[in-house]
Structures are given as C-alpha cells and as structure tokens.
C-alpha cells in the first residue's frame, strides 16, 4: 500500500470540512476522488501534501509520515492546484526550468516522462504563462508537477471547466503516466470521469461515501434501473413522482431514470399508469446504472439517514 | 416558453483581436422565453461572444441587436435589460443573504419598497426565510447557487445568460438548478446558457455549438442527433471537436 489516511478530521472553525477520512491507495493506482465543490477534497490534499495540518488523524505516503516526514514527502510529491499557480509572468520554459532547479534536477534529465506532454507547448516556449490558453496552462502546470520524477502525482480537479473533448485527452495522458509507474490521485466534480480510474472515493460533506472500483459501485446499485421517455418529458416526472411504487426519479438528458421501492418495477403497470395518463411513444428499458445513478443513491440514503 | 419573437439577432458577429479572430461572422436568432444553449470547446470563442452579447465589449463589426438594442451603439441599455451570473458566483460572502440581494437591485434602480416586497416573496419561493440575515460565507454552496440564480434575474431582465451555472455543484442540486431555470422561461425569460455537462444541452430548446471562432451547428438537440446521427449530444458535440483536427 502506497498512501494510507486513518480517522482525519478537519475544521475550519465551526465548520466540518472532514469528518473520519480512511482509505488506502496502492503503488501504482489512478485513484479517483469524486464529489461536488465543498465535499472536501482539496483540504484533503491539502494534508496529503503536507501544507496544512488535520485536527485529528495520520496519513502516511511510501511510509513517510505527513507530519513528521513532510520534506521527504515535498521533494517526491507532484502536486498541481486547482488554481493556476505558475508564474504568469515567466515565459513557458522558465516556468519549467524554475521548477526543475528546485528539485535539483534538469529538463534534459526527465524529459521522457514530460515528453507526450510538453512536446505540445513546446513550440510555445517563449510565450509568457500567462498567455497561454486554458488548455496549454493545464499542460504546462502538469509537466512543471512531473519535472522531478515524483512517485505520486496529486492533481486537484485538473478538469474543472475544460470541454468534453480535452478532458478525454487528458485523462489518456493520465493513463500513460500510471502506465509509466507513476501513483495518482486526482479530484473531479465530473461523474462521469470516475469509470477512468482504477478506484474512486465518492465524497459529499466532508465525508467518504464509498470506496472501490468504478465496476464494483455500479454493480452494487440497489435497484434495477430504468430509462423512462415520452413524448411530454415535462408531466412525465410530474406522473412518475406521482407512481405509488416510485423511489426515485430523476432526470439524465432525454431521458427519466426510475428506481421503484421493490428491486424491480412492475413494468407492465407502470406502463398501464402513464397510458391512463395520457403519455404517448413511451419508452421503459431496463438499463445499467452509472456512477451518477450511484452518487445520487447514496446522497438520498446519507441525507434520509441524517434525519432519523 | 419559446415563442417566435426574436430577442437576439447576429448577422455577421465578428470580433478580432489584432489578426487573431475570436468570433468568425457569427449569424443566429434567439427567441424571447427559449433556453439557448451555447457550447463549445475551450478558445472557440464562447467567452467573447457572450461578452460582446452582454454589452460588455464592443463588436468589430457585424449587426446585432439584443432586447431592442444594438451591440455597437446602446450597451448600457443592454446592460439593463440582461441578467448574468457566472460560475464563480458574484454573491458577496461577507454580506448577508438579504443585503446581497439589496445591494443587486440597488444598482439597477428598483425602489426600496418594491425591493422590501420582492425579497419577501423570493425567500418565501425558495425557503430561504429563516437564512435572511446569515452570511454568505454561512449558506451552503446549493443554495448560494440558487440565490446567485434568483439575483439574476430579480430586476426582472428579458434575458439572463448563464456561464457554467453548475460547474462543481452536487448531482441533486444540478438538477434542481435546472427545474429553475425552467420555472424562468416559463415566466417569459430568455435563458442563454453555457455547459460543459453533455446531458444538459439535452434540456435546451435550442443548441449551438462553436467550433474555432464560428457556430458549427445550431438545432435543437433532436435535429442534431438526427443529422449526425448518434445517440447522444455527447457523441454530437465530439464530431464536431474531432472533425478539426
């Protein structure tokens, strides 16, 4: 095991940014950390690599304490931060080279694993950081993060607001990288990037809601799913919510996904119930869930269960 | 609800920087009570367009006239008769939830008695009333979303734009964000929204998509899974960013 994180909690003031963290991490895994702005995720890599402190708790990385051993941790550890922070006013290459002399290494001596990267900024060079599009920061701010050759890699939310197209290509190079022997954890608000990682914690408040692979999560969805469509999508929820044997409606693109309370749902009625509401073209199928379906589930059982 | 007067006219929208040219005569109709979708990868020059849409930044050339107004002549009056909220969100953290909500409808001029009226019924519509007085650096983040949402639109605007209303927010709340935005252009208002969630250019009347300075595509999500003929607006809006390469 690579990382492992026992009992953390961490305040700020009165409020709980986390509550009772554990999970582990093994050598070589993408691990994903997958929850909504405020679940906690950068304060918790903010612990991991040793810039802030937790109230309670201790997580160790290859063994290396994050308090006791936080210099060890410092020169093996890539961290990049939500924020750009690059220096905007050095050209690209100063940026990387600043960064390389501070691990006390060189461009040339890591190039074959910034290679993939960098080669596409590199015609960029000379070009100040702060002029770089949204997509080139995000290159650069990775190959500064990789330029000493660290054992883990720690990206927070590397994706946030990037398109649909460029957040595929990064995850490639995120895999290329775990490929190369390289440790990962990253932070995404984005469902749909977990199925890319090895293994994901879903995080909401504070807290862990589950850990495993993204397979396992979808496989342990409660219910059997379904994909409900008709041709008035709008008093379609309205009717579903309104099914007596309904436990959950929710909307996902052109379709309704619909849980009923037994595992399976009465189809057959359900289909009778919209016809009697004048629902026309309607489609039910049975489909699998995905890791949204999943977080949605856990959200709805965390809050039912806090108000008991 | 779409109707077919039309609230937002581009012919030939061009914007340049220097040589470089962000927005390539640009030609689209938006319809008063739509939700138009704006997408697009990242440089194809969304951030410009609504910028120049919002009165913010002057067009190169081009005719365009937003609720009544044109672009190049009569930006404060656009100003005026649009609503605009951002992903990081424009609430102050260190006022309360009411004095944000005061401080807004100040600087468009609504009368401190019809701000006394509106505050109560808004916080009454979103069960706010018990928060009133807290700060906002105190309301979770849903809620500081759907206020940030009910501010935009409280002067009552024809047109709200919506820069990635939902980046970060939780599946539950992202959903709920949008029953709102639906509750608005039912009311009449004119949703122009930016996404990066695929699933949500489903919920659109009306999707553009631009790739490299020009509109690549503009439909609704049907037609345009049709003529491409895929499943999804996923699958659609990668075609389109693929085909460039």
């Not at chain 1, 550890?77 to 050209?91: E, K």
């Not at chain 1, 002399?101 to 015609?123: A, S």
């Not at chain 2, 969100?89 to 009226?117: C, H, M, P, Q, W």
Request: some cysteine; charged content about 25%; aromatic content about 10%.
């Amino acid at each position: 095991m690579f990382i492992s994180a026992k009992n953390i909690f961490k305040n700020y003031g009165s409020t709980q940014a986390l509550s009772d963290i554990s999970f582990e991490v093994n050598k070589n895994e993408l691990f994903g950390f997958i929850g909504p702005d405020g679940a906690g995720k950068t304060t918790l890599f903010r612990i991991l690599t040793t810039l802030l402190l937790a109230d309670k708790g201790s997580a160790t990385i290859n063994g290396w304490d994050v308090v006791n051993d936080f210099k060890t941790i410092r020169n093996n550890v890539g961290y990049m931060p939500g924020r750009f922070s690059l220096y905007q006013d050095l050209s690209v290459e100063e940026n990387l080279t600043f960064f390389a002399t501070i691990f006390g290494t060189t461009i040339e001596e890591n190039y074959d694993l910034i290679r993939d990267i960098y080669v596409q900024i590199e015609p960029f060079k000379k070009r100040l950081a702060g002029k770089l599009s949204g997509g080139m920061k995000q290159k650069l701010a990775l190959s500064c993060a990789l330029i000493h050759a660290p054992e883990l890699l720690v990206l927070d939310e590397p994706t946030t607001g990037v398109d649909a197209v460029s957040r595929k290509e990064f995850w490639e190079m995120l895999r290329n990288l775990r490929d190369k022997g390289i440790t990962i954890i990253v932070s995404t608000p984005y469902m749909d990037e977990a199925s890319l990682c090895d293994r994901v914690a879903l995080m909401q408040n504070g807290k862990i809601m589950q850990i495993d692979t993204p397979q396992h999560i979808v496989g342990e969805f409660p219910r059997k799913l379904y994909a409900v469509r008709s041709s008035n999508m709008y008093s379609l929820k309205d009717d579903l919510l309104h099914f007596p044997e309904q436990h959950s409606v929710h909307l996902f693109g052109q379709y309704l996904h619909f849980t009923a309370r037994e595992r399976e749902a009465d189809i057959l009625g359900l289909r009778h119930y919209l016809e009697g509401k004048n629902h026309q073209n309607i489609i039910i199928e049975a489909i699998e869930p995905g890791i949204e379906d999943c977080f949605i589930e856990l959200m709805t059982e965390n809050s039912a269960s806090n108000e008991n | 609800m779409k109707t077919d007067e039309k609230i937002i006219t581009a012919r030939n929208l061009v914007k340049k920087f220097g040589h470089f040219v962000a927005n390539d005569h640009l030609n689209f109709d938006v319809y008063r009570g739509e939700v138009f979708g704006f997408l697009g990868a990242n440089g194809a020059g969304k951030t410009t367009a609504i910028r120049i849409l919002c009165g913010l930044s002057e067009p190169t050339s081009g005719e365009i006239m937003v609720a009544g107004f044109d672009a190049h002549t009569q930006r404060d009056l656009i100003k005026k008769n649009i609503g605009y909220m951002s992903q990081k969100f424009s609430l102050y953290d260190d006022l309360t939830v009411s004095e944000n909500i005061r401080f807004y409808a100040g600087i468009y001029e609504i009368s401190a008695k019809e701000i006394r009226s509106r505050t109560d019924d808004l916080l009454k519509r979103l069960g706010f009333e018990h928060a009133k007085n807290k700060l906002i650096r105190d309301i979770p983040l849903g809620w500081k979303q759907k206020l940030a949402f009910s501010i935009a639109i409280f002067h009552r605007p024809q047109i709200v734009f919506l820069d990635e209303p939902t980046g970060g927010v939780d599946p539950i709340t992202r959903r709920q964000f949008w029953d709102l935005i639906y509750e608005a252009a039912q009311g009449g208002i004119t949703v122009f929204v930016t996404t990066h969630y695929m699933d949500e250019a489903e919920y659109c009347d009306r999707v553009s998509i631009m790739v490299e300075g020009r509109i690549a595509a503009l439909d609704t999500p049907d037609n345009l899974k049709k003529s491409f003929n895929v499943a999804n607006m996923d699958e659609v809006f990668r075609k389109l960013a693929r085909n460039i390469e």
